[in-house]
T-cell receptor, first 116, second 113 residues
């Protein structure tokens, strides 16, 4: 069964450094998302992406965050200058259509980001 | 702004017992998903509920959706240890033609002998 793949599985970074999290969505999917989950808390929406542009972003997704689909297969989340509070599990998700359908969003295994 | 509340947040069950997890949400939506998460793992889609009155069953789990009451339930029948996990409901929020999932806080289920 096709999967959303994320790399790396664990990223340790010094505060203030830039980090790029990578995702390969399922190949025929058109909608892409990033969510994060701080340890022990709920999953929070960060950003949705469609047709090579951001369709919606949350308050968490400030100027330090950016997303890109550089080559038609990868979907990346960049944090420009990391803060301690960015430590979380980051999930990439993709869906074939918008969620106004019977298709759920499929989630990757996540990247655990630890900021020191 | 759409808010999603789950209860209980923690549930300790004996094997063989039945229980229900509740998911309430604050504004109109007719799309709701249930996900399962094992510790340190990703989110596994369990059920997609697309309309009022939808009921889906898979093994010992059954999910339902009442859009008028803005309530979904996940019923566990004759629990077994393998069901121990955290269960999240997620409601689809539409905005400007696009969508996102708003998650509940999750219910951590522990099934013991």
């Amino acid at each position: 069964e096709p999967e959303v793949t994320q790399t790396p599985s664990h990223q340790v970074t010094q505060m203030g450094q830039e980090v790029i999290l990578r995702c390969v969505p399922i190949s025929n999917h058109l909608y892409f998302y990033w969510y994060r989950q701080i340890l022990g808390q709920k999953v929070e929406f960060l950003v949705s992406f469609y047709n090579n542009e951001i369709s919606e972003k949350s308050e968490i997704f400030d100027d330090q965050f950016s997303v890109e689909r550089p080559d038609g297969s990868n979907f990346t989340l960049k944090i420009r200058s990391t803060k301690l509070e960015d430590s979380a599990m980051y999930f990439c998700a993709s869906s074939e259509t918008s969620s106004y359908s019977n298709q759920p969003q499929h989630f990757g295994d996540g990247t655990r980001l630890s900021i020191l | 702004e759409l808010k999603v509340e789950q209860n209980p947040l923690f549930l300790s069950m004996q094997e063989g017992k039945n229980y229900t997890i509740y998911c309430n949400y604050s504004t109109t939506s007719d799309r709701l998903y249930w996900y399962r998460q094992d510790p340190g793992k990703s989110l596994e889609s369990l059920f997609v509920l697309l309309s009022n009155g939808a009921v889906k069953q898979e093994g010992r789990l059954m999910a339902s959706l009442d859009t008028k009451a803005r309530l979904s339930t996940l019923h566990i029948t004759a629990a077994v240890h393998d069901l121990s996990a955290t269960y999240f409901c997620a409601v689809v929020s539409f905005s400007g033609g696009y969508n996102k999932l708003i998650f509940g806080a999750g219910t951590r289920l522990a099934v013991h002998p």
